[in-house]
């Protein structure tokens, strides 16, 4: 995603909705006007946080830096929730009341794939070639496929050593981490399963740009507090760790029209 910097609690910055209108004139003809149309995307600071404890002998004892540690972790749990936020949001405060992809983008930007084709292992190569060619294409656009790493294996590795020419050489050292020509991205939030497992309407892949399509505002990064008075009584220590961030899908395409990335959607 476009990652911007957020100078207070919430950032507003404009957004084309609509260009101008050309004409072809005749001689001698008044232009009629026009103007460009602009809305706002808004980015509200949220707080992401985790609270833990740790006895006083754990880092007396402890042969590495336990602050070191919590801070990997979270990191790690902060990459993980602002995923699950951007492509699974619903608008709750399981996530933050993030809108993800899942739920925000309009029907025209999804590609559903066949009535009985709920499977992994029943995805033809002309339902991705559909999904590609909805995208609409922008100057500057760097396309990529989203997907878990389920996916990859179970459709397009599965698709591109079925295509024909494979030698063993080909199946021994697999395809490499794209389809098509564009870079395939796991992520472990989106849906996962086996060849047979059933995924009947669900989103299992994303294509497309997705610095064209989102923005994650970042009011500040992760800070991290420690506090030996509160388990005073039972000599431990706390540890808070807290990130303020938003995430807003704002290019969702139209009821009839793709935006910049499209959802790959099992059949019925």
Not at 140 to 161: D, E, I, P
Not at 203 to 231: C, N, P, Y
Request: glycine share 10%; with cysteine; aromatic share 10%.
């Amino acid at each position: 995603c476009r990652v911007v910097p957020m100078s207070s609690d919430n950032v507003s910055f404009p957004r084309r909705s609509a260009g101008f209108t050309s004409y072809w004139l005749g001689q001698n003809a008044s232009i009629t006007v026009s103007d460009v149309t602009l809305d706002q995307v808004r980015l509200e600071a949220k707080k992401l946080a985790v609270y833990t404890t740790y006895s006083s002998e754990l880092a007396e004892d402890a042969a590495y830096s336990l602050g070191d540690l919590f801070t990997q972790e979270f990191d790690y749990q902060c990459a993980y929730d602002l995923d699950n936020a951007l492509f699974n949001g619903n608008g709750t405060s399981t996530y933050g009341q993030i809108v993800g992809l899942k739920s925000a983008l309009a029907a025209g930007s999804l590609q559903t794939d066949g009535a009985n084709d709920d499977t992994y292992g029943e995805v033809v190569q002309a339902e991705l070639d559909s999904a590609m060619g909805l995208v609409k294409q922008f100057p500057g656009m760097r396309n990529k496929w989203y997907t878990h790493s389920s996916g990859f294996f179970n459709v397009m590795q599965r698709l591109a050593l079925a295509a024909g020419g494979s030698t063993a050489e080909n199946f021994q050292q697999g395809i490499g981490p794209t389809y098509a020509g564009y870079p395939v991205v796991f992520s472990q939030v989106l849906s996962a399963g086996v060849n047979t497992t059933d995924l009947s309407d669900i989103i299992w892949a994303f294509f497309g740009d997705l610095s064209m399509a989102a923005t994650i505002g970042m009011k500040r990064g992760i800070t991290v507090a420690q506090s030996e008075h509160i388990g005073f009584q039972s000599d431990q220590i706390a540890v808070r760790m807290t990130m303020r961030c938003d995430v807003n899908v704002h290019e969702r395409g139209t009821a009839s029209a793709a935006g910049p990335i499209v959802g790959v959607k099992m059949g019925s």
